[in-house]
């Protein structure tokens, strides 16, 4: 089951009601800029080192609203005068994985922002197959068929991934016109 709890940008910011975050319109530079200030905040409150590298990996999927992968994202740092070797990136995206700002997509071997850092979620992924653009959404695999079957099982689910592919709103509408 998938909720669509999943309305804002950030906490502070309004949303469009029904549109998960990556498919609705927004003040983007808002966007990002708030969820940095709270990523530097969190890691301030709890002692974690927010590097320059980790702040602008962050900020470069922040800007994206769809997946990158580390290649990617290293090409980008290497234009905004960071390191270009894999481990600057890896080593960024891990950091960022471990502490809740950042998702791994897993079919697009991809990382994307998560919409909800320091909130323990299981989040719902919509990946858009014409443009790469990635919404989050909550789910709520407990509560649903795959909740059932675990319980069924005596298995205790601890953490799921679900990964949707089709087609954004943006590129229905480009498909229509």
């Known amino acids: 089951m998938i909720t669509n709890s999943m309305t804002s940008n950030h906490p502070s910011e309004p949303a469009d009601k029904g549109s998960p975050l990556g498919f609705q319109s927004h003040d983007h530079d808002r966007c990002v800029a708030s969820a940095l200030a709270a990523a530097e905040a969190r890691c301030a409150d709890v002692g974690l080192r ?3 590298v980790r702040r602008k990996v962050l900020e470069l999927l922040l800007q994206e609203h ?3 992968g580390a290649y990617a994202l290293l090409d980008l ?3 905004a005068g960071f390191g270009s070797q ?3 990136a890896y080593r960024a995206l891990d950091f ?3 502490n809740g700002f950042v998702h791994k997509i897993e079919r ?3 990382f994307v922002a998560c919409s909800h850092p320091g909130e323990s979620h299981s989040p719902a992924f919509m990946i858009c197959r014409l443009c790469d653009s990635v919404a989050e959404a909550q789910s709520a695999p407990a509560k649903g068929v795959l909740g059932d079957a675990a319980k069924a099982a005596g298995f205790q689910i601890e953490k799921t991934v679900v990964e949707a592919e089709g087609v ?3 590129c229905i509408d480009k498909t229509d016109a």
């Open 50 to 52: 927010f590097t320059p």
């Open 66 to 68: 769809r997946a990158l």
């Open 77 to 79: 740092l290497k234009d």
């Open 86 to 88: 894999p481990p600057v």
């Open 96 to 98: 960022l994985t471990e």
């Open 108 to 110: 697009l071997n991809a």
């Open 168 to 170: 954004c709103p943006t």
